[in-house]
């Protein structure tokens, strides 16, 4: 699975849109770019994938690339109840399952 | 729905006990897993099973036993805890092994 970097941390003031940036430059074609959240240690949360469209539901929408090498997770109206970790993970399709959590992005959500 | 529900909580064990730490979700998914978080680690794959009666090793699983003997539970065993098992567990289901997953609140364990 492809390496994803992102910023160790970000502020937001509230009601303002999050834009939290993800760099996966040795992305394979077949490889989605998945966004997780996880609030103060409790369990990870989906929010998003995608592979090249984008995508947009009820949480986040989510921007990729043409060439697919970044993509940006966008929180249109961020709230102090978005302030958690921020993961962007890039993942093929496989039996395992897994899951590669790198270090994340620590979003602050300021009123 | 209840959907992914992890007990204990908590739990502090002694060096050498061994306990199972239990995992349940009520949305027929047919894959399961285990993970570990430990302070600037991320979360690690112990063990997955993508069905009743499989079950496979992730990237951690020294230390640990699985078992899935029905599709709702997947119970994580230590049979011999030592103080590098000190972590936050977490649990998550999904419908196949390229859903999303579902993650349950997770058991925080200290071995002492």
């Known amino acids: 699975d492809a390496k994803t970097t992102q910023p160790p941390s970000m502020d937001c003031a509230e009601g303002r849109a999050a834009n939290l940036p993800c760099n996966h430059s040795?992305?394979?074609?077949?490889?989605?770019v998945y966004w997780y959240r996880q609030i103060h240690s409790q369990g990870p949360q989906y929010i998003i994938h995608g592979l090249k469209n984008n995508e947009t539901n009820e949480m986040a929408s989510l921007i990729i690339t043409e060439d697919r090498k970044s993509s940006t997770l966008i929180l249109p109206h961020a709230t102090l109840r978005d302030t958690a970790v921020y993961y962007c993970?890039?993942?093929?399709?496989?039996?395992?399952?897994?899951?590669?959590f790198g270090q994340g992005t620590t979003l602050q959500v300021k009123p | 729905n209840a959907g992914v529900t992890q007990t204990p909580k908590f739990q502090v064990l002694k060096t050498g006990q061994s306990m199972t730490l239990q995992c349940a979700q009520d949305m027929n998914h047919e894959y399961m897993s285990w993970y570990r978080q430990d302070p600037g680690m991320g979360l690690r794959l112990i063990h997955y099973s993508v069905g009743a009666g499989i079950t496979d090793q992730g990237e951690v699983p020294n230390g640990y036993n699985v078992s899935r003997s029905t599709t709702e539970d997947f119970p994580l065993r230590l049979l011999s805890a030592a103080p590098s098992q000190t972590s936050v567990y977490f649990c998550?289901?999904?419908?196949?092994?390229?859903?999303?997953?579902?993650f349950g609140s997770g058991t925080q364990l200290s071995v002492l």
């Open positions: 040795t992305i394979s074609g077949n490889e989605y």
């Open positions: 998550a289901s999904s419908w196949s092994a390229n859903e999303k997953l579902f």
């Open positions: 993970i890039v993942r093929a399709s496989s039996n395992t399952g897994k899951l590669i």
